[in-house]
Nanobody, 126 residues
Framework: QVQLVESGGGLVQAGGSLRLSCAAS????????MGWFRQAPGKEREFVAA????????YVADSMTDRLTISRDNAKNTVYLQMNSLKPEDTAVYYC???????????????????WGQGTQVTVSS
């Protein structure tokens, strides 16, 4: 079965950086686009970033393009999210996700993804 395991979250001061990782297993990782989402308490899960199978195409939510970078290492079956200049409003649980089907499309909603990790908590203090 597909397993996605996030890591790298934690407590950081505003202005700091974190690098999240998501290790995938159970499928041929390189065949699938990957996405990152986040969910703050009392809020809906929101899109953060997505990356195509070969990393030739990436997409980051408009409000975060200057601070976030998504990347992947297909040899390690891992997708990354580098977050810089963190703000208190970035506090959330961050999830990685994998779609059911191959192909690259405008996968920016939770419904576009089938498999989810357990999430990693990111807390940014002011």
């Amino acid at each position: 079965q597909v397993q996605l395991v996030e890591s790298g979250g934690g407590l950081v001061q505003a202005g700091g950086s974190l690098r999240l990782s998501c290790a995938a297993s159970g499928r041929t990782f390189s065949m699938y686009a990957m996405g990152w989402f986040r969910q703050a308490p009392g809020k809906e899960r929101e899109f953060v970033a997505a990356i195509s199978q070969t990393a030739s195409t990436t997409y980051v939510a408009d409000s975060m393009t200057d601070r976030l970078t998504i990347s992947r290492d297909n040899a390690k079956n891992t997708v990354y999210l580098q977050m810089n200049s963190l703000k208190p409003e970035d506090t959330a649980v961050y999830y990685c996700a994998m779609p059911m089907t191959t192909g690259w499309g405008n996968r920016v909603t939770p419904g576009d993804y089938e498999y989810w990790g357990q999430g990693t908590q990111v807390t940014v203090s002011s």
